[in-house]
């Protein structure tokens, strides 16, 4: 089972058979996935606050491709101020989604006319 944002992932990831196969292993353990608003390049502070609330309230990240398990984990890039997180339960993309997508991540949607 997993949600929208992961099965758009990897449909479009069946284009190229090897970066599919990279992103399925990575993504796999965590197949509830959000796009979040960390923040700017220049401020690192909502990303660094994010990141620390997930260790403490989920544990290690996980790096799939290194062998470290984890049940939640961040994507490597960046854009715009938005980075993919994922989950491996529903539960914690609902915990994450009540505690980070605030008036901030609200204001950004609206500044770059994205749906809510």
């Known amino acids: 089972m997993s949600n929208e944002l992961h099965q758009k992932m990897l449909s479009h990831s069946r284009e190229d058979a090897d970066r599919g196969e990279l992103m399925r292993r990575v993504w796999s353990p965590t197949p509830f996935m959000v796009d979040a608003f960390t923040g700017s390049i220049g401020n690192h502070n909502r990303y660094r606050e994010m990141m ?3 260790r403490e309230q989920f544990g290690s990240q996980c790096w ?3 062998g470290d398990d984890g049940v939640w984990q961040c994507g ?6 938005w980075t993919w ?6 539960d914690q993309l609902n915990e994450f989604v009540e505690r980070w997508f605030d008036d901030d991540w609200r204001q950004a949607q609206k500044a770059l006319r994205m749906p809510e």
């Not at 490597?76 to 101020?81: E, L, V």
């Not at 997180?85 to 529903?90: E, I, R, V």
């Open 52 to 54: 620390e609330w997930c």
């Open 64 to 66: 799939p491709i290194h």
């Open 76 to 81: 490597g890039a960046t854009i715009h101020g």
């Open 85 to 90: 997180m994922g989950f491996s339960t529903l």
